[in-house]
């Protein structure tokens, strides 16, 4: 049978949806496809009922997760896909397969939905062609779907990175969680326990509410009032490895959008926090001024700021290519290739190196990727600490610190969490943690 990509929630109605949400799913893909990252495609898309806008969203991101599938199973049903002025209408198909493959959209309303879009985009010549494909797909979807495999959904050199460090098994366990839409996990400023019961969640850690959601988080209880924020689980383990941080000063660089900030603040810490991006820093002040928190504000460079004295901690969540996130920010797999891990590394080398000379002796720095490139992770620590090893250290987070993410502690004492390892908590994001202390 085709594979639902949305198990355990209650969809859109996939059959009566109307052209709107095909249509504007159809416009973020392309947007996508130019090089704009997803959640700011969505944001410049159209306006939708909040339904609409989550069947639109569903489409954009199973289109995503399941490209490479997708693309596969396209191309045995043409010759060759659209092209020139032309070119972008391979979106339309991809919607139309999408919802057949995966949405379990009623053959019906999925070929005729695809054919009004291919025309509504105005690619007219291209609905015989779009008719043909979809009946075709309608009738042999299944034996097309089994031809293909999750892992066609990576590209070459990701599949072969995780494979060398994680071994074929992992890999596999990785995409067939990371093809799934995530849960909504959220971070309480207040009591975590009492929130789980509110929102009707389950706990992870004692910090992170976990729960079933594909709807609008902002018309959940608490979100106006500024109760809460959203926040992978795994995305909360850095801040909380500061232990108590209470009326210490701790720079958070690449802040935005401010999960961790939040964070920080919510345990008492003097925050300022740094972010290269003007744009993104004025998201991370209205998400503070929701939460009813503050912080001092500065838009630079990492690389080129320096705090006015010296800094008890230092939390660097540093850029990277987020191959850690694929299951909520699937246009990772179009934006990231190879090649840009070597520059990557090089920022995230020189932001450790500068931020060390701002710690007072024995302050600590945290730094932490989205990332499950080794490259990104434990070589940027080895190389730092190598050529730094008379002013920094690796402090060893202990199992008792990691909690529920011990599994994810390396012999070095660091934390590699891995989606997988964490399945029976319905998986997390992809993440890796160093603690370091100033020994100067």
């Known amino acids: 049978m085709p594979q639902n990509d949305a198990p355990h929630r209650t969809p859109p109605d996939r059959d009566s949806a109307g052209i709107d949400s095909r249509m504007a799913a159809f416009e973020i893909l392309k947007s996508v496809d130019d090089g704009r990252y997803l959640d700011m495609a969505m ?27 997708i693309d596969r199973i396209l191309g045995t049903l043409m010759t060759k896909p659209p092209a020139g002025k032309a070119r972008d209408a391979i979106h339309i198909l991809r919607i139309g397969a999408a919802q057949l493959l995966f949405l379990e959209t009623g053959a019906h309303a999925a070929v005729n939905s695809t054919v009004d879009l291919m025309r509504a985009g105005g690619f ?3 609905t015989g062609l779009t008719n043909a494909v979809m009946r075709r797909l309608s009738r042999e979807a299944e034996t097309l779907l089994s031809a293909t495999d999750v892992e066609d959904n990576l590209p070459d050199w990701l599949r072969k990175s995780w494979r060398q460090h994680y071994g074929v098994g992992r890999t596999r366990q990785m995409m067939e969680l990371m093809m799934q839409p995530p849960t909504l996990d959220i971070t309480p400023k207040g009591d975590a326990e009492d929130w789980a019961d509110i929102l009707d969640g389950t706990l992870i850690d004692g910090r992170t509410v976990r729960r079933d959601f594909d709807g609008d988080p902002t018309r959940l209880d608490g979100f106006d009032e500024g109760h809460w924020w959203v926040q992978d689980a795994a995305a909360a383990v850095p801040a909380a490895l500061f232990g108590d941080i209470a009326g210490r000063h701790v720079v958070d660089l690449c802040a935005a959008p401010g999960g961790k900030t939040a964070q920080l603040i919510a345990a008492g810490a003097r925050v300022t926090a740094v972010d290269s991006s003007k744009q993104r820093l004025e998201i991370l002040e209205r998400n503070l001024g929701r939460l009813g928190m503050s912080a001092t504000l500065v838009a630079t460079d990492g690389r080129k700021f320096t705090p006015r004295e010296t ?86 987070v202990s199992r008792e610190e990691a909690g529920a993410f011990a599994p994810a502690l390396t012999d070095k004492g660091m934390m590699r969490i891995v989606p997988s390892d964490f399945a029976s908590l319905g998986g997390v994001d992809g993440f890796f943690v160093a603690r370091l202390k100033s020994t100067a």
Do not use: M, N
């Not at 639109?56 to 991101?61: F, G, I, K, N, Y």
């Open 43 to 69: 944001r410049r898309a159209a306006p939708l009922e909040p339904r609409d806008r989550a069947f639109a969203r569903l489409l954009v991101t199973t289109c995503l997760r399941r490209g490479g599938q």
């Open 124 to 126: 007219d010549r291209l």
């Open 311 to 396: 800094v008890d901690a230092v939390l660097i969540d540093a850029p990277c290519s987020a191959t850690g996130t694929l299951r909520r920010r699937p246009d990772v797999l179009r934006h990231r290739d190879a090649t840009d891990l070597v520059s990557l590394a090089g920022i995230q080398q020189a932001l450790i190196k500068r931020a060390v000379g701002w710690l007072e002796p024995g302050g600590c720095l945290i730094y932490a990727t989205c990332s499950l490139q080794h490259e990104e992770g434990e070589a940027v620590i080895d190389k730092v600490t190598a050529e730094l090893k008379d002013r920094i250290a690796i402090d060893p």
